[in-house]
């Protein structure tokens, strides 16, 4: 570990441009960063447009994706972004837009996306439980499969999402408004 920390995460003898190796960089102190500080939001509110660029950079790349648990993001945009696999265990997204964001597969425990955008998002396989989705836009969004407990979907807009094998009910929405939904029991 110490050699990776005193050539940034960089192999010595390497021939990445310097956009490559910042982002290793970058992906190296994250994940070290992450693992000794568990459960603290790490990303100050004046520094997350920065932390959302490396992300979307780092999307270029064939890396695991990063660890984003507890994290607090502020009126960010995530629309269009990959974060299927990433742990959003204890993540808020206050004020931020994810439209056509891809969270298949992710861990989504006790999230906070009340009142945001997730217009056209993916959220195919996830293990969604005590996530609060109230006051959201989540217009055709599709949850096909996932594993859903004790959501809270009050006050959601979920014209035209798919709810396919997630076992929900249509009770499970109220007040909502589930207009042309899919899969609700």
């Known amino acids: 570990m ?11 003898e390497s021939e990445f441009s310097s956009i490559d190796s910042s982002l290793f960089t970058f992906f190296g102190y994250w ?9 603290k939001n790490l990303i100050e509110s004046n ?10 950079m780092l999307q270029t790349h064939d890396l695991p994706l990063l660890d984003l648990s507890f994290q ?3 009126n960010t945009n995530f629309s269009n972004m990959n974060l299927s696999k990433v742990d959003l265990t204890g993540t808020v997204f206050t004020g931020s837009t994810c439209d056509n ?9 006790q999230t906070n996306f ?4 997730m217009r056209r998002s993916i959220f195919n396989n996830a293990t969604i439980i005590d996530a609060n989705f109230s006051n959201t836009t989540i217009y055709e969004a599709s949850f096909r499969e996932a594993k859903i407990h004790n959501p809270n979907f009050k006050y959601a807009s979920c014209n035209g999402a798919n ?22 029991e």
């Open 114 to 117: 009340g009142g945001i955008s």
């Open 163 to 184: 709810f396919s094998k997630t076992g929900l009910k249509k009770e499970d929405f109220y007040p909502s408004d589930i207009e042309n939904t899919i899969g609700l």
């Open 31 to 39: 994940n070290l960063l992450q693992a000794l500080n568990k459960e």
């Open 72 to 74: 607090i993001f502020e």
């Open 47 to 56: 520094c997350d447009k920065l932390f959302i660029y490396y992300l979307r």
């Open 101 to 109: 964001v891809d969270f298949s597969y992710a861990k989504i425990i």
């Open 2 to 12: 110490y050699e990776l920390l005193s050539y940034d995460f960089i192999p010595y």
